[in-house]
């Protein structure tokens, strides 16, 4: 079995895997504050497979740096095993056109690496996290850049912070696309500020790349923005975790690969 752990801003997403079978996800907060013990006694509970040391492998992908060695600890302790730690060199046979490659996150390498096994390029990931990232994908697993843009909650609540007359507000579809109170205007112009915003952007990397791609969403927010959008296909709440999952079966075929040629030939 594998432990999968993407360390996000915002949330902190684990997943056990049994082979290719994500078995079960968990969604905990980054924001709290947790020592290296707490995150043991977190996993613990929520896989209990790990008592029974059937979990063979970690893969983590993280993009907080202060949380990254609290999981690596906690990882290694409970199951004996170092975690494969996701980056720019740990990305075995994905193409990273970026001008400096270790400048791509965790989770949107394993977001790539996730589309191109689960789905057709080119492609387009649209993760809905602390900010919203596109990530485009061509033919030959190459990377080939993206857009960050600010995260729809993240840009709602800097709307509310900085405006003294808005008041907090539940974000949700609207009823109307016209607000007939403050509460239902910022609730509109929230939601499908996020839609147009998606389909125009996902249009131009279309037009500039001359591609057809396949569009797919995931973060906090994909399963409730899909339904209103002219452009996402699919919705893969799971995507980073399937991603990680791929990364970590290609570091164990390498390191074999390694082994076999390491092997001193029999006379």
Same mark, same amino acid.
């Given at each position: 079995?594998?432990?999968?752990?993407?360390?996000?801003?915002?949330?902190? !997403? =684990?997943?056990?895997?049994?082979?290719?079978?994500?078995?079960?996800?968990? #969604?905990?907060?980054?924001?709290?504050? %947790?020592?290296?013990?707490?995150?043991?006694?977190?996993?613990?509970?929520?896989?209990?497979?790990? #008592?029974? $040391? $059937?979990?063979?492998?970690?893969? =983590?992908?993280?993009?907080?740096?202060?949380?990254?060695?609290?999981?690596?600890?906690?990882?290694? +302790?409970?199951?004996?095993?170092?975690?494969?730690?996701?980056?720019?060199?740990?990305?075995?046979?994905?193409?990273?056109? /970026?001008?400096?490659?270790?400048?791509?996150?965790?989770?949107?390498?394993?977001?790539?690496?996730?589309?191109?096994?689960? /789905?057709?390029?080119?492609?387009?990931?649209?993760? @809905?996290?602390?900010?919203?990232?596109?990530?485009?994908?061509?033919?030959?697993? #190459?990377?080939?850049?993206?857009?960050?843009?600010?995260?729809?909650?993240?840009?709602?609540?800097?709307?509310? +912070?900085?405006?003294?007359? =808005?008041?907090?507000?539940?974000? *949700?579809?609207?009823?109307?696309?016209?607000? %007939?109170?403050?509460?239902?205007?910022?609730?509109?112009?929230? @939601?499908?500020?996020?839609?147009?915003?998606?389909?125009?952007?996902?249009?131009?990397?279309?037009?500039?790349? #001359?591609?057809?791609?396949?569009?797919?969403?995931?973060?906090?927010?994909?399963?409730?923005?899909?339904?209103?959008? !002219?452009?996402?296909? &699919?919705?893969?709440?799971?995507?980073?975790? &399937?991603?990680?999952?791929?990364?970590?079966?290609? &570091?164990?075929?390498?390191?074999?690969? +390694?082994?076999?040629?390491? *092997?001193? $030939?029999? $006379?």
């Amino acid at each position: 079995m594998l432990l999968a752990i993407d360390i996000g801003n915002t949330d902190v !997403t =684990l997943g056990l895997f049994a082979g290719k079978r994500l078995v079960r996800s968990f #969604r905990v907060s980054s924001e709290t504050r %947790r020592t290296a013990d707490e995150v043991g006694l977190l996993l613990n509970q929520v896989f209990p497979e790990i #008592r029974s $040391k $059937k979990v063979r492998g970690v893969a =983590l992908a993280s993009v907080v740096p202060p949380q990254t060695p609290l999981y690596l600890d906690a990882a290694r +302790r409970l199951t004996g095993h170092a975690a494969l730690e996701v980056g720019a060199t740990s990305a075995h046979g994905l193409a990273i056109e /970026y001008h400096d490659p270790s400048a791509v996150g965790a989770d949107r390498i394993a977001n790539a690496v996730g589309a191109f096994e689960r /789905y057709r390029a080119p492609a387009i990931v649209v993760d @809905f996290g602390t900010a919203t990232t596109f990530d485009v994908l061509l033919t030959g697993r #190459r990377y080939r850049g993206g857009v960050i843009v600010p995260g729809v909650v993240t840009g709602a609540e800097q709307l509310v +912070r900085r405006a003294a007359r =808005l008041g907090a507000f539940e974000l *949700k579809p609207p009823a109307r696309v016209v607000g %007939r109170t403050t509460e239902e205007s910022l609730q509109s112009g929230v @939601f499908y500020g996020a839609v147009g915003q998606v389909d125009s952007i996902v249009r131009l990397i279309a037009k500039e790349e #001359r591609i057809r791609p396949v569009v797919i969403a995931t973060g906090g927010l994909a399963a409730a923005i899909a339904p209103h959008s !002219t452009t996402i296909d &699919h919705v893969d709440p799971d995507l980073t975790l &399937h991603g990680l999952m791929a990364l970590h079966a290609r &570091h164990l075929a390498r390191r074999a690969g +390694r082994a076999r040629k390491a *092997k001193p $030939k029999s $006379k």
